[in-house]
């Protein structure tokens, strides 16, 4: 009897996913435990595992298709999967003696016409487009796994098949001595050189969220420069001793984790939450720290930043990067966050304004660092110098608050043994 392969719960506030691939094809072995689909969420990505032995019998959904929690995307029935190819080789020569077969409306010889129109390799939804838009699979070259054809691989046919074709040339004589003109590129020739490449559900969830949080918050970003020196030289002399006997990498981060949190503290409303006509003060340090993947910007938190020491800091920020460049953060990665701080610096920006991670009222935009002239105490001089921009909702926080808590940052880190006294 066959076994329904539903969509998993997704975790908190998570409805729908979208599917991503299918890592087996229809007809295909599975063992209890394997994975059988990916699927996409608005913050991670994961595997949707088979839970008995026996054959992928059929896909209900296919890539790029959007599912909810409980829906059956596909079956699997008992078997050992696929006939040996030595048998699939046999039985068209078994057709070819029993022709009365095909011609009286049998169905046995089905199943090896739908492989060579490329039938065999297209999920149930995807012959019905195919159908809707009188596409012939066989001319279908398929882009999923195991050459199975998806819905992007019949509607990219489609858009091929219902361009105009480009009028034919016609010859013009040569003229001695003329400069011929230069023929200009048709839309067509454009076209050719075009790619369609589908949008993940990350980006566009991420895209969605940003369009949100500037539509929503009344965003104003206000600016500072901190000068890195005390900060580089500590560094210098100790991250050689600190890494031995932590076995962390001392970065900048966990300075300015430690500065945020010192400057949360003294100004509560920046780390809080807007909730109707209600501000919802939170006594926790939960930061969110922004991480670049090939499929976007996540944001993983610290958990409890301000019980954590330097090593901790640097340690949890370590594991939670390595973690969302493999693929492998979990919903619990990325709950929550009271604020969030975001490093520019590490691609070169100068400058920047960071858009706010709703439902958070700020957001620290930290940037590269880099030499310049500044006046100290009446002489130039050249120091290590970094911006520093907070994004905050006017609604939560006046503009003086704001500026005053960036302050509070350039000055924590301008004197790093002051942060000892912020954990």
Known sequence: ??????????????????????????????????????????????????????????????????????????????????????????????????????????????????????????????RKLAQEYEVDLAEVTGSGSGGRITRDDVERLIREQSRPAAPEKTEEPERDGEAQPVPAASADGRAALEERVRVSRRRQTIAQRLVESQQTAAMLTTFNEVDMSAVMELRKRRKDSFQERTGTRLGFMSFFTKAAIGALKAFPKVNAELQGSELILKKYYDIGVAVSTDEGLVVPVIRDADHKNFAEIEQGIADLATKAREGRLTLEDLRGGTFTITNGGIFGSLVSTPILTMPQVAILGMHKIQERPVVVEGEVTVRPMMYLALSYDHRVIDGAEAVSFLVRIKELVEDPESLLLEG
């Open 1 to 126: 009897m066959a076994a329904e392969i539903h969509v998993p719960e997704l975790g908190e506030s998570v409805a729908d996913a979208t599917v991503g691939r299918w890592l087996k094809q229809e007809g295909e072995a599975v063992k209890s435990g394997e994975a059988l689909v990916e699927l996409e969420t608005d913050k991670i990505n994961f595997e949707v595992e088979a839970e008995q032995d026996g054959v992928l019998e059929s896909i209900s959904k296919d890539e790029g298709e959007t599912v909810n929690v409980g829906e059956v995307i596909g079956t699997i029935g008992e078997g050992d999967g696929a006939a040996p190819e030595e048998e699939q080789e046999e039985q068209p020569q078994a057709e070819q003696q029993e022709p009365e077969a095909e011609h009286s409306g049998d169905d046995t010889s089905n199943g090896h016409r739908e492989l060579e129109d490329g039938a065999g390799r297209a999920s149930p939804s995807v």
